[in-house]
């Protein structure tokens, strides 16, 4: 979608088939399997669905389940009475629904549920007084509540408003005692009331599970922060999320930076990635500006380069280099001492790497130079050779849990000299020893850095699971399945200390 450089990331959640920026996130939980798919297939998705809205019908029953109910007195000619410890004992949320609202927001709708209530009684009717438990229950309950999300300041998605509208249509209770014939003339008066305070307390429950905790969970999601000592990353939202009956649109930045220099950004000009498969819950379409963003961020930091010591390098290539470079270092440093120097490398990559995705596979192209340095005693050191390489690096992308991992091999490599073709014929016989020096010393530093991976933006508590990964024109998709590794409330319950905490000490 339009936007300018820098626009990055699109989250979808129950999605349809839908274009979308250079990193794409859409997640199913209510739409129908692709026909072609087994059936077992569509068993398992189902699960994994009722799953994820059981989470959080979960969460809305908690809510729903801890109102405070206040007490309630009254009297009605020489009739007095006073209700109170109302407590819900049940809630019956088997009709209720967790999805989106057209344009709105994440809708919760509960039609004709029921909810079973005690509350402790004392009454008295001229002379007669009586006290006791009493079980009731409220029928025909109906809410429907929308949460409306927006961008907050900080670039977080958050809740910023929620709509609510609750009713009861019934009440019920059930009297007991040697009064229960009596009460039940006045059952009218108490219900009424019970069920006003009831109705009148929905809505502020659900309202504070919105704006409060469920935007607590929000904050845990990662929107800017730092990869590594050298590099960030910006997940911040560009605008409000677009949200239809079944899916949600949010655009994302999704864009690396060097924390030296955090303006020196890469700018966006890819073409937006389309995803159409749905056997997954999760699908993430990573475009090349994504890896371009990355290497570029790393390039500018300056980490793209490093130092190989003589007693790094296995012997046979030292010895190798010696005999490729006997007569320049006769020729440059004449005395015995110099002729045994060590010997020094020093690699650098010179120009931004490039990524280039394919259905066959992921390549990296990168251009470097290294500069063979004799280093003799008590002397300037003596660059022998300056020598051109260009690479390129398959690359395979994994994710687990929350973190994209990448796996680097190089797959080509050729070397050439900055001076002369002629110094190039001589160089051959060192491309292959060089090549094994890269795969043995180099390649795994880089796997090391990128197998740690980079943190994709879910909150806290929620895990991808069963990823495949599958390469287009382009840019790649990852279709996944959502994992609760923690409940809501956990998550909620642990943010809230960790925030007093905090208050406490800054006091």
Not at 118 to 124: H, I, S
Not at 257 to 268: I, Q
Not at 313 to 328: I, K, N, Q, V, W
Not at 447 to 472: F, K, M, S, W, Y
Request: glycine fraction near 6%; hydrophobic fraction near 40%; proline fraction near 4%.
């Amino acid at each position: 979608r339009g936007g300018g450089g820098g626009i990055d990331q699109r989250f979808l959640l129950f999605s349809n088939e839908r274009s979308a920026p250079a990193v794409h996130l859409q997640s199913c939980l209510n739409q129908q399997s692709s026909h072609n798919r087994a059936f077992s297939k569509e068993k398992e998705l189902t699960l994994r669905t009722v799953i994820i809205q059981y989470e959080g019908l979960k969460f809305v029953a908690e809510e729903l389940e801890n109102i405070s109910i206040s007490d309630l007195s009254g009297k009605q000619g020489p009739f007095h009475y006073s209700i109170k410890g109302v407590n819900i004992t049940e809630l019956d949320l088997s009709g209720a629904t967790l999805g989106f609202q057209n344009d709105s927001g994440l809708l919760f709708e509960t039609i004709n549920s029921s909810i079973s209530i005690t509350f402790q009684r004392d009454m008295m009717y001229w002379l007669l007084k009586d006290s006791g438990q009493i079980n009731a229950s409220a029928e025909g309950v109906n809410i429907w509540t929308v949460l409306h999300l927006s961008k907050g300041a900080s670039g977080k998605m958050m809740i910023n408003k929620v709509s609510c509208k609750a009713s009861i249509a019934k009440m019920k209770a059930n009297f007991n005692g040697n009064f229960r014939g009596f009460y039940e003339i006045f059952s009218t008066i108490l219900t009424t009331g019970l069920r006003f305070l009831i109705n009148r307390q929905i809505c502020p429950a659900l309202q504070h599970s919105g704006l409060v905790l469920l935007n607590s969970l929000l904050e845990t999601v990662p929107v800017r922060t730092a990869v590594d000592e050298d590099v960030g990353i910006d997940y911040s939202l560009l605008s409000d999320p677009a949200v239809k009956s079944e899916w949600m649109d949010m655009d994302f930045k999704g864009m690396f930076y060097p924390l030296g220099n955090e303006n020196d950004t890469l700018p966006n000009t890819v073409s937006i990635p389309d995803l159409k498969n749905k056997d997954r819950m999760v699908y993430i379409s990573l475009s090349e500006y994504f890896f371009d963003s990355a290497m570029y961020s790393y390039y500018k930091a300056g980490t793209l380069k490093t130092d190989i010591p003589e007693n790094k390098m296995p012997r046979d290539l030292a010895y190798l280099l010696r005999t490729t470079f006997f007569g320049l270092i006769i020729l440059m440093t004449p005395t015995s001492s110099a002729k045994e120097a060590p010997l020094l490398l020093k690699l650098e990559v010179t120009s931004v790497p490039r990524c280039t995705i394919k259905p066959s596979g992921i390549t990296a192209s990168v251009s470097a130079r290294m500069n063979i340095i004799l280093l003799p005693p008590n002397a300037t050191p003596v660059t022998l050779s300056s020598i051109t390489m260009e690479s390129k690096l398959n690359a395979k992308v994994a994710l687990k849990g929350k973190n994209l991992a990448i796996t680097l091999g190089l797959k080509r490599f050729r070397i050439s000299s900055a001076k002369s073709t002629l110094e190039s014929l001589a160089l051959i016989p060192i491309q292959a020893p060089l090549k094994a020096l890269l795969q043995l010393t180099i390649m795994p530093i880089i796997n090391e850095r990128a197998l740690q991976g980079v943190q994709i933006p879910l909150p806290e508590g929620i895990d991808l699971i069963n990823e495949t990964v599958t390469n287009h024109m382009g840019f790649l998709s990852i279709g996944a399945d959502l994992h609760f590794y923690k409940g809501l409330r956990e998550v909620i319950n642990k943010n809230t200390q960790l925030s007093t905490n905090s208050t406490t000490l800054s006091k």
